[in-house]
């Protein structure tokens, strides 16, 4: 049912998780929405709490991953999936350049809550992208090869993206301040 908190045999949850679970019927756009909006809750989740600083930290070293770097990485992720590549949007890259392909991870300047705004922003924009689509077959086409990309294979890649990136979170919080969980 959607809106229902996740069943009690799922992976601890953390206090202040008012995470909807995904509906467990419902049509593709509906379900693979709401699942990547699941995994992006989950992120922000596993970042609460931490004072800024500590949300820099690069805890698994030699790794330079932190969730600061994260939280900028995700935003370019959304930016180049949504906006530039299926929207053909024409809007400058989030914290990458070919000559510095890492600085979304490496260069960690900037305000660690603008950073959360910058990625809540890409988000809404990619949820309103989405919401636009007459279906999930309509693509937009790849910058790099010029071949054509379904929205629904984008869905797709973006929650796989964000599950990765959630079980680095997850080593990074526990790292950082022995928080463990969903």
Not at 155 to 160: P, S, T
Request: with cysteine; hydrophobic share 35%; net charge negative.
């Amino acid at each position: 049912m959607t809106g229902a908190p996740a069943p009690k045999h799922y992976a601890p949850r953390w206090n202040g998780d008012t995470r909807p679970a995904p509906p467990s019927v419902g049509g593709e756009q509906e379900t693979l929405s709401a699942v990547l909006d699941w995994h992006r809750a989950t992120f922000e989740l596993k970042c609460a709490g931490l004072p800024p600083e500590r949300l820099s930290e690069q805890a698994v070293p030699p790794s330079a991953l932190s969730l600061h770097g994260l939280v900028r990485h995700l935003a370019g992720v959304e930016r180049w999936w949504f906006r530039i590549q299926f929207a053909g949007e024409d809007v400058p890259l989030l914290y990458y350049s070919d000559d510095d392909p890492d600085q979304d991870f490496e260069s960690l300047d900037g305000d660690v809550d603008e950073a959360f705004a910058v990625w809540r922003a890409e988000c809404e924009r990619s949820r309103n992208i989405t919401a636009a689509a007459a279906s999930l077959d309509e693509t937009g086409i790849r910058k790099r090869t010029g071949e054509p990309i379904s929205l629904r294979r984008i869905l797709v890649d973006m929650i796989a993206e964000y599950a990765r990136h959630n079980g680095h979170a997850d080593l990074l919080r526990e790292r950082i301040d022995g928080a463990t969980g969903m």
